[in-house]
């Protein structure tokens, strides 16, 4: 205890500008807790930099890397920074990645924060739920979908369990009779219990339908290799919450710090200056949520012999501003067109790519 009490009064050591203190009052415990964020580690990172004759960031999933030149090392040269992108170790035939604009009724899939609800909702939840029902119907053994939030994965679930017309079953049931159904919780000690019983499932050849969370447990350091991952869905982008205060703060910080950078190179105007700080934050932004997104694709193909489909469900995936944040070698399995194509071309697609593996 007094160790994390003396870290955290290290911390508050740090020059304002550089971090913030959040307090959080939970009502159910009637308990308070105290957060410091750092929000500008670059004087920090900087004393490495200064003493090392070269510094090497390596990492699998650190695409999008603008944020490391243009914030943790933006007082280095451009010609000093040698930024390398390594290919995948599979064949380019071992991947089909499709971003997946309209389900199988023609209904465009735009998962933002504000047409969730609603009437309007319902209906792309419906359709989500008729698109995965013919997904696996063609995909073999195990298929993976990552939702954005813990929230919006119940919302989904409670309205495919509604019969929506006397006499029919319920999205829910039509998915159980295509695979096995299991769901990620909040629950840090049913993790494990719900793996293996997946894993259960699809040994038993009765197929599994696993419906994880973006940044949830899941989503990181779990190896859905093989047969446990033959297709992963992402559902919607997964932005954070920008009106939190972490995210405000955050946000602010990027933007004085890139007004502050052009200031002192005697760059623009002020309100060019202005304009760039919130560019910059808006990327900032915008690379959060597809670091988070290459994280959970990166969890089906694990070594040079595996293969998978990619399907990246939401319009917005189409965008070049969000494409070109994905990693190169996602990229280079995109079909090409493919935003722009009917749902039935993703099923014959995914017809062709199996049909033309070696099933264990």
């Known amino acids: ?91 380019k035939e071992n991947l089909l990645a499709w971003t997946l604009s309209s389900g199988p009724t023609g209904k465009t899939f735009e998962f933002t924060f504000g047409k969730r609800k609603g009437t309007e909702g319902e209906t792309m939840i419906d359709e989500l739920g008729r698109a995965l029902i013919s997904l696996c119907l063609v995909v073999p053994d195990g298929v993976v979908v990552f939702f954005p939030s813990y929230a919006y994965l119940e919302t989904v679930i409670k309205r495919w369990e509604v019969i929506v017309a006397p006499n029919t079953a319920s999205v829910w049931e039509k998915l159980g009779r295509k695979k096995e159904l299991f769901r990620e919780s909040k629950d840090s000690n049913a993790g494990e219990d719900v793996l293996s019983e997946y894993a259960a499932a699809i040994d038993a050849n009765r197929g599994g339908l696993l419906l994880s969370v973006v940044g949830g447990k899941m989503s990181e350091g779990i190896n859905f290799s093989d047969r446990l991952g033959r297709c992963v869905v992402i559902v919607g982008l997964p932005f954070p919450n920008i009106m939190s205060g972490e995210w405000k703060a955050k946000m602010v910080c990027i933007e004085s710090s890139t007004i502050s950078r052009m200031e002192a190179a005697g760059e623009g105007t002020e309100a060019s200056r202005k304009a760039a700080g919130k560019t910059e934050a808006r990327e900032f932004y915008e690379n959060a949520c597809m670091r988070a997104v290459n994280q959970s694709v990166g969890r089906a193909i694990r070594h040079r012999e595996d293969f998978a489909a990619i399907v990246m469900v939401d319009v917005r995936f189409g965008r070049n501003n969000i494409r070109g944040k994905l990693p190169g070698w996602i990229r280079s399995g995109l079909v090409e067109g493919c935003e722009e194509k009917p749902f039935m071309e993703l099923m014959g697609g995914l017809n062709k790519f199996f049909r033309g593996k070696k099933m264990p």
Do not use: W
């Open 1 to 91: 205890t007094l160790h994390h009490v003396s870290s955290f009064l290290y911390a508050l050591t740090n020059p304002d500008k550089e971090g913030r203190l959040f307090h959080t009052y939970d009502s159910a415990t009637q308990e308070t807790s105290l957060k410091y964020m750092l929000l500008d580690p670059t004087h920090h990172f900087q004393e490495i930099v200064s003493e090392a004759r070269a510094v090497i960031l390596a990492g699998g999933t650190m695409s999008p890397m603008s944020d490391y030149t243009s914030h943790l090392l933006s007082y280095l040269p451009k010609e000093k920074i040698t930024t390398i992108s390594c290919g995948h170790v599979i064949p």
